[in-house]
């Protein structure tokens, strides 16, 4: 499986950015698939995921209400839509995808290769 994330840039604090992470490869829509960041200097951290169907989301609390994480299982994509972005969101924005639905387990077991969200205050 091959997950290519993109869609990062520079935003102002306030802000949005939507993320976007196609698979290819030995794929299927029947998995949960997240998203997760890394912040200069601070270990990998979970952001969002998001059952197959889309029936069951989980977010971390420092987004909640401010991103939302969706899937269009036609395309194999997973997007990551950032609302009222703030400085501490920058970071190396990772997309991940598991072998199996269980969607609100944090560990997993493909991953793309990241692309980068700078906020400026």
């Known amino acids: 499986v091959q997950l290519q994330a993109s869609g990062g840039g520079l935003v102002q604090a306030g802000g949005s950015l939507r993320l976007s992470c196609a698979a290819s490869?030995?794929?299927?829509?029947?998995?949960?698939r997240a998203w997760f960041r890394q912040a200069p200097g601070k270990e990998r951290e979970f952001v969002a995921a998001i059952s197959y169907n889309g029936g069951g989301t989980k977010y971390a609390d420092s987004v909640k209400g401010r991103f939302t994480i969706s899937r269009d299982n036609a395309k194999n994509t997973l997007y990551l839509q950032m609302n009222s972005l703030k400085p501490e969101d920058t970071a190396v924005y990772y997309c991940a995808a598991r072998r199996d639905n269980i969607w609100y387990l944090e560990e997993y077991d493909y991953w793309g290769q990241g692309t980068e969200v700078t906020v400026s205050s």
């Open positions: 490869g030995r794929t299927s829509s029947r998995n949960a």
